[in-house]
């Protein structure tokens, strides 16, 4: 019996590790800057990016408040990604709020393409060359999207690619509730 009790407990915590592996929800990961100033950060646009004919500028944290301002971090070389794009031009074409990208980690040809291919819902690009803006904002990978308030403070996080779904019952509310608040 001696014998067997480090295989009992080693079945016992393998189970428990595994269990706990696939269990909540990992889009519903706390973040501690929920409440706080957006980190001070400023990041140089994605050069050759146009919209409208004009250049598309880059981003700052002296750009988001004012406003409500919600910030999509995304990458070409992420599939998520491009799943979730269809959902973010959509997002665009909604009044009231700013929607803007910190692109993570990327070569800027093939971001240019990416969005060249799939549409620039992005009124500003920031890039993230070495992913230490992405760190200050908590940033757990690509794709995560932001919201801030008109005071300039982080609202709401939504982590992982948006769907129909999150978009209509997670990310439109909580763009509606920062609309609502005062600054």
Same mark, same amino acid.
């Given at each position: 019996?001696?014998v ?21 929800d ?6 501690a ?6 980190p001070?950060?400023?990041?140089d ?5 146009? /919209? #409208?004919g004009? %250049?598309?500028?880059?981003?700052? !944290?002296?750009?988001?408040?004012g406003?409500?301002?919600? &910030? *999509? ?8 990604? /491009? #799943?979730?794009? %269809?959902?973010?031009?959509?997002l !665009?074409k909604?009044p ?5 990208? &910190? *692109? ?8 240019? /393409?990416?969005?060249g ?8 690009v ?5 992913g ?14 932001f919201?801030?308030?008109?005071d300039?403070r ?26 609502a608040?005062g600054?």
């Amino acid at each position: 019996m001696l014998v067997l009790l480090p295989l009992i407990a080693f079945a016992a915590l393998a189970a428990l590790f595994y269990g706990r592996l696939f269990s909540g929800d990992p889009s519903r990961l706390p973040s501690a800057l929920i409440g706080h100033p957006v980190p001070n950060f400023a990041l140089d646009p994605l050069e050759g990016l146009t /919209r #409208d004919g004009a %250049p598309v500028p880059g981003i700052s !944290s002296a750009g988001m408040s004012g406003g409500v301002t919600v &910030l *999509n971090v995304f990458a070409s070389w992420c599939a998520p990604c /491009r #799943d979730e794009h %269809p959902y973010l031009v959509e997002l !665009s074409k909604m009044p009231g709020f700013r929607l803007v990208g &910190l *692109n993570y980690k990327d070569d800027g040809e093939n971001a240019r /393409r990416f969005l060249g291919r799939f549409g620039n819902p992005y009124a500003a690009v920031g890039v993230d060359p070495n992913g230490r803006a992405a760190i200050d904002w908590g940033v757990y990978g690509v794709p995560e999207t932001f919201v801030i308030g008109k005071d300039g403070r982080i609202a709401y996080k939504f982590v992982g690619p948006i769907d129909e779904q999150g978009l209509r019952e997670r990310l439109v509310p909580a763009i509606e509730k920062a609309m609502a608040a005062g600054s």
